[in-house]
C-alpha cells in the first residue's frame, strides 16, 4: 500500500507525518503513532484504518472535542476521496496522497543579487541614512527664524528614528506571531520605503492644493494613504517577503492597519473640518507654496483696493 501524508498546520512551518501503516493512532498520549502535543487533543483522538488501495476509514476515539472530517462532526467515515480536512481539537491537518501537488516554490526576495534593495543589509543601512538626511532637511526648512543644531537632533530623533523604530519593533513581533521567523533587515527597509514614499506624497500633494487652490488633494492623500496603501504596502510584504498566500495577507494588511488607521483619520485635520466648521489650522496652511503655481487667478493689491472703494460701510467681500 502507497504511503499517505497527514499535513498538520502550525505557525510558520507545517508539520508532515507519513502514515504507512494499517493502523495508526493519533493523540496526545505517547503510545500513539502520531503524536500531537495541543491540551485540546484527547490522549487517543483518533484511529486512521486503511483497507488496501481503495479505501480508508476514520474513526474517532473520543467525546471530547471530537474530530471534525470535511467540517463534519463523524464517528466513523469510510471513504477513497482524498484530500480530506480534519480537526482534531483545535489542530488543523489535512489528509493527503503522496502525489497530491505542492505549490509552487517562492524565491527569496534579493536572494543572491546585492544590487537589490533586499538583497544586503547594507541598503537598510542606507535607506535609514537617507529618512534621518530627509528628516533633518525638513527640520532646517520649516525653521524660518533660528536653527539650532540641537533642536535638528532632537526632531530627528523623535520624527524619524523614534518613527521608524517603534514600526519595525511592532511589525517584526507580529511577523514573529505569524510566520515564527525575523526578516528584521526586510522590515528596515520596508518601513524606509514606505517612510521616504510618505514624504515625498506629501510635498506632491500640497504643491497640488496650492495649484488648484483647495483642500481636496491633502484630504484623498490622508485618507487614501490610511485606507488604501498602508494596507497595500503591508499586503505586499506579507505575501513577497513572509509568503503567506495572498487572501490572508489581504485580511491580515486590513487588521494591522486598522489600528493606525482609524486614530489617524479621526483626529485629522481633514476629518475635523467635515465634522465642524471650525479648525485649529488655517486653511490657508496646506496651500501656500515657495514655487507660486496656481490655475486660479490672484487678487491683487490694486484690485482689492478698487473693489473695497465700491463698498458700504460695513459691508465686506470675499
Known amino acids: 500500500m502507497e504511503a499517505l501524508i497527514l499535513e498538520i498546520n502550525t505557525r510558520g512551518l507545517h508539520r508532515y507525518e507519513q502514515i504507512d501503516g494499517e493502523v495508526t493512532t493519533i493523540g496526545r498520549a505517547l503510545d500513539n503513532d502520531i503524536i500531537l502535543s495541543d491540551p485540546t487533543v484527547a490522549p487517543h483522538h483518533l484511529k486512521i484504518i486503511r483497507y488496501g488501495e481503495d479505501s480508508i476509514e476514520l474513526v474517532n476515539l473520543t467525546e471530547v472535542n471530537p474530530t471534525r472530517i470535511d467540517n463534519r462532526r463523524l464517528d466513523s467515515v469510510v471513504t477513497a476521496k482524498l484530500p480530506l480536512n480534519l480537526e ?3 489542530i488543523q491537518a489535512q489528509l493527503l496522497p503522496r502525489d497530491h501537488a505542492v505549490s509552487a516554490t517562492r524565491p527569496l526576495a534579493g536572494r543572491g543579487k546585492s544590487s537589490h534593495l533586499f538583497g544586503h543589509a547594507y541598503w537598510a543601512v542606507i535607506l535609514v541614512l537617507i529618512c534621518l538626511f530627509v528628516g533633518g532637511l525638513e527640520f532646517f526648512l520649516n525653521s524660518y527664524t533660528s536653527f539650532k543644531w540641537s533642536e535638528l537632533f532632537k526632531h530627528v530623533l523623535r520624527e524619524s528614528v523614534l518613527t521608524i523604530g517603534v514600526f519595525v519593533l511592532a511589525l517584526s513581533i507580529l511577523e514573529r506571531l505569524l510566520v515564527n521567523r525575523w526578516e528584521i533587515r526586510q ?7 514606505v517612510y521616504l514614499l510618505y514624504y515625498f506624497a506629501s510635498i506632491f500633494t500640497y504643491q497640488l492644493g496650492y495649484l488648484f ?6 484630504t484623498l492623500f490622508r485618507f487614501g494613504w490610511y485606507l488604501l496603501i498602508i494596507p497595500a504596502a503591508v499586503a505586499l510584504y506579507l505575501v513577497h517577503i513572509s509568503h503567506l498566500k495572498r487572501n490572508r495577507s489581504i485580511l491580515l494588511a486590513i487588521l494591522i492597519a ?3 488607521a482609524v486614530p489617524s483619520i479621526l483626529q485629522s485635520q481633514e476629518m475635523r473640518a467635515m465634522l465642524d466648521d471650525f479648525s485649529s489650522a488655517a486653511r490657508y496652511q496646506n496651500s501656500l507654496s515657495s514655487l507660486n503655481w496656481h490655475l486660479k487667478d490672484t487678487v491683487t493689491i490694486e484690485s482689492f483696493i478698487e473693489q473695497a472703494k465700491d463698498l458700504e460701510a460695513g459691508e465686506f467681500a470675499d
Open 187 to 193: 522590515l528596515v527597509t520596508s518601513v524606509c520605503l
Open 258 to 260: 486598522s489600528p493606525i
Open 88 to 90: 482534531i481539537g483545535r
Open 213 to 218: 487652490t483647495a483642500n481636496w488633494p491633502a
